[in-house]
């Protein structure tokens, strides 16, 4: 991948003159995130590998009592996720306000090493949790603000691909250290710790200080007033949170789809574990390259159009001649899903709402998604019991495909609308 | 600070990261690898001295060269010495006929499968399993195989945990899939809820077996028909159950306290009069199936608090005030050979 990477994001703001062939630089600031993401993805992924058989094999519990207590904490991340955003505006300091969600994940970590019994680990892993729901936000507002509009989506590209990177080979560093140290667990948990550490070092030593408000040029008019909750309610946001709220609500879990193709058989049930693996490389490869194309044919396009490959990956799962090719199909298509929507609605979001509202706007935008597919998760489950799952796919696939449809005539008011520099 | 300053903190900070992590790898791994190639503690005997009377199967869990290995002990005499099989199991279930092992198969990408043993200890059918396993067991003639795995809902944006249960004919044969599709049935009345996940099967004979049922926040203690494919609820508030030998009783976990944390004690149902004993002075916080000793005797393992990966196994009467007693150390998953 050829990345070239400049000093200044500032330099940024004039649009390439050295023709179509050049690739636009990636800021310095989408890389300095992307590695801080990456490390810390190692750390969470490695962790998350392990510790069902950690808590199997060393805790002695049943992962049913952990998940249990899990499910409690889900509807509190959505909420710290605004919060986060709200913190970030308000004191116009991105940087320390992500720095506070790495933070509290990295310290999460120690406590881990200690933990003993479900509740413990349950609570460090929610911890865990909102450390990220803090973060997330703030962080994709550095990259908006660091990077010139045009370029948006390959930037943000660029940062999703190095943090599934991260989330691909945290299982394989767990898995491996396993292998060297037979049941090393806490070697595991140890390594994970030092690969956050490193992360949360990472932003807070050479991560630029960013800022929406303070940076923005003389030229672009008088320092943009305080962040007020009414930025939210921005014309042209309303219209993004509507249609990934309606598609939301038709994305469920990846983890019905690969019951799915579980359920017929025709995969040997051993790669179960590994569907995911799949599924984070085809989204690594296509990241950049599905970002580059939002850039040029229109960012809420990409972002609606997207939504097909879940179509296809729903259908791909309940193929009834299920094969390996089908597998490799179902895995790939949710793959580009991810790239063609994950960064892509952080590149709108932060766009559609004024500068001093930026993270508070992708916050909203990613919470909006979030909860929408939990409610999809949910009502899903009935139909699958009800239906069985072809049926059940099938039924969704027919959903999401009129959804895209009513959605597609939103697209050129999104992509059409006013950016905020 | 000037950004020098800075580059040369950052870089001494993963200098230091990098030393101190990687001391610590090495040093647990010596540890640990000098620990394993050390013969077991245990007093040993030849499996021939065993496997011809009553006996107990476990797996070994002493942090040895034998570590996670099937062994047996005779039942007359579960602490004396023990005799290993060389074959290793998560989870062992055994009948004279022969055993089901649900084994992980550590690597860089860790699968997980089910093989089934004859009685000389060699593989006689081998099938994948989804997840991580939990609960294996075989119905009395050995004919049958129940198998519970954790399914981990490793996906890109979501965490949290569901049961994988199944029931095949050992060796390979017919399969009646994920209990999952049986129809429930909640007090007399036919119910699909979407959260059910069901564990620990325990067979009565070749088509009825018990398990659990746990949906909407509590769980059920289910009768299973495999030719109608039914599940019917029998009792709320138990978890993992185990048919006593002569087919009376019911063993099983409850959660004492619901409201909190989850702390499972062994309660016995009694089939015939529904009359339920908890046993108070039991365990207190395990996790296991139970397994029956005799009518009256129960049997189960105990990971032990300051030693991670060390379990033992201990048995209680089943009487309210029965206290545990220590059985078999350094073992994990019994289970009972009477013939």
């Known amino acids: 991948m050829y990345i070239t990477v400049r000093d200044r994001p500032g330099s940024d703001q004039e649009p390439s003159a050295s023709g179509t062939t050049a690739r636009p630089p990636v800021g310095r600031v989408v890389i300095l995130l992307g590695l801080v993401s990456l490390l810390t993805d190692v750390s969470s992924e490695s962790v998350s590998a392990i510790l069902p058989l950690y808590l199997t094999v060393v805790v002695g519990l049943s992962p049913v009592a952990y998940g249990l207590i899990d499910g409690l904490y889900q509807g509190v991340s959505a909420l710290v996720r605004l919060g986060g955003g709200w913190l970030s505006d308000a004191s116009d300091r991105p940087k320390w306000v992500a720095f506070l969600g790495y933070g509290l994940s990295a310290i999460a970590r120690v406590f881990l090493l200690f933990a003993t019994g479900a509740a413990g680990i349950a609570a460090v892993v929610t911890a865990d949790r909102i450390g990220k729901g803090i973060r997330t936000a703030p962080r994709d507002a550095m990259i908006s603000t660091a990077t010139p509009s045009e370029h948006l989506g390959r930037a943000f590209g660029v940062h999703r691909m190095l943090d599934t990177i991260g989330a691909a080979l945290g299982p394989l560093i767990a898995f491996g250290l396993l292998l060297l140290v037979p049941d090393g667990y806490s070697v595991v948990l140890v ?41 939210l309610t921005d014309r042209r946001l309303r219209p993004l949170l509507v249609i990934s709220g309606v598609l939301g609500l038709l994305t469920v879990g990846d983890g019905f789809i690969y019951l799915a193709l579980l359920d017929h058989g025709g995969v040997n049930v051993s790669w179960f574990p590994l569907f995911y693996v799949g599924t984070n490389l085809a989204y690594l490869l296509l990241a950049v390259p599905i970002g580059q194309l939002a850039d040029r044919i229109g960012r809420a396009r990409i972002l609606v159009v997207g939504h097909l490959a879940l179509v296809g990956a729903y259908l791909c799962s309940v193929l009834p001649t299920s094969t390996a090719a089908a597998t490799a199909g179902t895995l790939l298509l949710l793959g580009t899903f991810y790239a063609a ?27 909006v998604v979030a909860v929408a597919r939990m409610l999809a998760s949910a009502g899903f489950g009935l139909l699958w019991f009800l239906l069985g799952p072809a049926a059940a796919m099938g039924t969704v696939a027919a959903l999401l495909v009129v959804a895209v449809l009513v959605a597609a005539t939103r697209i050129s008011r999104l992509d059409g609308a006013e950016v905020t520099p | 600070m000037s ?36 013969d077991p503690a245990a007093p040993q005997a030849p499996v021939a001295a065993i496997e ?122 017919k399969r009646w899939g994920n209990l999952e599709k049986f129809q429930l049935v909640i007090d007399g009345e036919a119910v699909n809820p979407v959260d059910r996940n069901i564990w620990g099967v325990t067979f009565v004979d070749d088509r009825t077996f018990y398990a659990t049922v746990g949906t909407g926040g509590t769980t059920w203690l289910v009768e299973g028909d495999l030719a109608a494919r039914t599940l019917t609820s029998v009792s709320e508030h138990a978890e993992c159950p185990s048919l006593s030998p002569d087919g009376s009783k019911v063993a099983f976990k409850v959660d004492v306290d619901p409201s909190r944390r989850i702390v499972w004690q062994i309660a016995v149902l009694d089939l015939a009069t529904g009359e339920r004993t908890l046993l108070a002075k039991g365990p207190r916080g395990l996790d296991d199936q139970v397994e029956w000793l005799d009518d009256d005797t129960l049997l189960y393992g105990m990971p032990r608090a300051d030693d991670a990966g060390v379990t033992d196994v201990w048995s209680v009467d089943t009487t309210a005030d029965a206290e545990p007693q220590l059985l078999i150390e350094q073992a994990w998953s019994p289970t009972v050979v009477r013939d």
Do not use: K
């Open chain 1, 341 to 367: 929507t994950d960064g892509v609605i952080a590149a709108i979001a932060g766009r559609l709402v004024p500068v001093q509202a930026r993270t508070s706007g992708i916050a909203a935008a990613q919470t």
């Open chain 2, 3 to 38: 950004t020098r300053a800075r580059v040369v903190s950052f870089v001494a900070i993963v200098v230091v990261l990098v030393v101190s992590a990687g001391v610590y790898v090495l040093r647990e791994g010596t540890e640990v690898r000098a620990e394993r190639a050390a």
């Open chain 1, 191 to 231: 390594v994970s710790l030092a690969f956050a550490l490193a992360g949360v070092a990472l932003l807070g030593l050479l991560g630029p200080d960013v800022r929406s408000r303070r940076d923005r040029s003389p030229q672009a008019g008088p320092t943009p007033p305080p962040f007020r909750w009414r930025d």
């Open chain 2, 52 to 173: 011809d009377g009553p006996r107990i199967v476990f797996r070994h869990t002493g942090l040895d060269n034998e570590y996670g290995v099937v062994a047996m002990v005779p039942l007359d005499d579960p602490g004396g010495p023990r005799a290993f099989t060389g074959v290793s199991c998560d989870r062992v279930a055994a009948r004279s006929t022969g055993a089901s092992c649900l084994v992980t198969d550590t690597g860089i990408a860790t699968t997980y499968e089910a093989d089934e043993l004859g009685p000389d200890w060699e593989p006689v059918d081998t099938s994948g399993l989804p997840g991580i396993p939990s609960r294996t067991r075989l119905s009395p003639d050995g004919s049958l195989v129940a198998t519970t795995v954790f399914v981990s809902g490793h996906s890109y944006m979501s965490t949290g945990f569901s049961t994988a249960t199944e029931v095949h004919e050992f060796g390979g044969g």
